[in-house]
């Protein structure tokens, strides 16, 4: 039997965290619907969490294939063991298709991992790379790598001004650097994705023009991104893509149906949804406010938290609300925001989630932990109007008043409406972003476009010279 006949291969390689593998493979799965082969690779340790039709699933190496991060839990040592043995097998499996009637085209790879690009070049390939923040946030590191802006910054008495951005306060910045010094493995890390960019022959980034086209044209010279977000699974947004209801990968089991369950008995847009994502670990003193906000707002939550992270709360807190709220340690967080009964989701402003929610039409409460989190908060709040951002105490804490102010001001009153209205604005654009003929829908069309040119003129070699790469 012969094999169907594709565009092209891409070979699509995520960082291996939740948080990078969804929106990447969710790319995989846009490329598949429109004619190209399209594989996932990824580590040995998570190959076994991902399952999506029409993308094939090939393992590579990090050099921890047993535990994957967990085995070392250091950035430094587990980076440069990723580099040394997913280089190698990344090559290896591009080698393994050579010869069979879809070789790979091209690599599309997570930005922190630009040494994917340089693997691609290897064997005269293309290469992609895949940035899984926001413009804005990709736009400071790009110029703090180009030198145009320099660590630490000197903020004290008056905001950041950058061409295309808002003005940013201390506060607004990724924790990276208010505080280079506190996390310098990380920070090299987001400033190795633009080391070799200019070798690249796409730049993708996971966002769309209507959202941030001035965050990224401020950039475009450095940074050529094309925005063709958001990565949310189809039957969410255009529902081009058959039986796209989630993305395919879980390195947790969800609890959807017990969740479903409870939800169904919930009144319409009452219930408060509160998950702070894979992995943000809260201090047991925040964890203890929010939990006390949640028990007097008197609302319905649904709380999604790790079970040993659950000793946080405080005494009886599980049961004392039992009647009010629901704590699970899993779930499939789009079918929740997706669930009638949700009004309002209490995020840690993960840029996942915050697409999840703009996507799904979810007004939002976002209490930054660190990282990018604090300067996607800025944008959910004051650029967007989706939602509050509460304020935190001298010692950096939320208060329980706050939180409570704040879920009150986005589930009921004049605030409520116009965050309501705002959010179902997003929603639309989001959804026209990625349906046919929008702006993120184009630019994947002219990727593929590209792919299929490039494939023609490799099968145009292999019938002048079938030898030609033996």
Not at 103 to 127: E, M, N, R
Not at 392 to 413: F, I
Request: proline share 5%; with cysteine.
């Amino acid at each position: 039997m012969e094999d169907k006949r594709y565009i092209g291969h891409v070979v699509v390689l995520p960082y291996p965290g939740q948080g990078h593998i969804n929106p990447l493979l969710q790319f995989a799965k846009r490329l598949a619907s429109k004619g190209v082969k399209a594989t996932l690779a990824t580590t040995r340790y998570t190959t076994k969490s991902i399952c999506a039709a029409n993308v094939g699933v090939e393992p590579i190496s990090d050099g921890f294939d047993e535990g994957g991060y967990a085995q070392v839990r250091n950035v430094d040592l587990y980076l440069k063991s990723f580099k040394a043995n997913g280089s190698r097998t990344l090559s290896e499996l591009i080698q393994k298709f050579r010869d069979s009637s879809s070789p790979v085209t091209c690599v599309v790879y997570d930005s922190f991992l630009p040494w994917a690009l340089d693997v691609a070049k290897q064997h005269g390939i293309l290469g992609a790379s895949f940035f899984t923040n926001s413009a804005a946030v990709c736009h400071i590191f790009c110029r703090i790598h180009h030198g145009l802006l320099s660590l630490p910054l000197k903020l004290e008495n008056s905001p950041l001004l950058i061409p295309g951005l808002p003005p940013l306060n201390k506060s607004d910045l990724p924790s990276f650097l208010r505080l280079p010094e506190s996390y310098p493995a990380y920070l090299a890390m987001k400033l190795s994705q633009f080391s070799n960019l200019d070798g690249a022959d796409w730049i993708f980034d996971n966002t769309f023009e209507e959202l941030e086209s001035e965050e990224a044209k401020g950039v475009s010279d450095l940074w050529p991104a094309k925005l063709i977000g958001p990565m949310v699974p189809s039957a969410y947004l255009d529902g081009r893509i058959e039986d796209d209801k989630g993305y395919g990968a879980s390195l947790w089991e969800p609890l959807s149906e017990d969740c479903v369950k409870w939800l169904n008995t919930k009144p319409q847009r009452s219930v408060v949804y509160v998950s702070f994502g894979s992995m943000v670990s809260l201090t047991a003193e925040q964890m203890q406010e929010i939990a006390r906000a949640l028990k007097e707002s008197d609302l319905h939550f649904l709380w999604v938290m790790k079970e040993p992270e659950q000793s946080k709360f405080p005494d009886g807190f599980v049961d004392s609300t039992k009647e009010q709220g629901l704590v699970v340690t899993w779930c499939n967080q789009l079918e929740i925001l997706a669930h009638q009964a949700i009004g309002c989701f209490m995020t840690h402003c993960g840029w996942n989630s915050t697409l999840e929610g703009l996507s799904l039409g979810v007004p939002m409460v976002g209490v930054p932990q660190w990282a990018d989190q604090l300067t996607d908060a800025k944008f959910l709040g004051e650029i967007w109007g989706v939602g509050v951002r509460p304020k935190e105490d001298e010692k950096g804490v939320v208060r329980k008043e706050e939180v409570v102010m704040c879920l009150k001001e986005v589930m009921v009153g004049e605030t409520s409406e116009k965050i309501k209205k705002n959010v179902g604005k997003w929603k639309e654009l989001a959804k026209r972003a990625v349906s046919e003929g929008g702006s993120s829908d184009k630019h994947i069309n002219e990727f593929v476009e590209h792919l299929k040119r490039a494939n023609e003129k490799v099968e145009a070699k292999t019938i002048s010279s079938p030898h030609h790469l033996a």
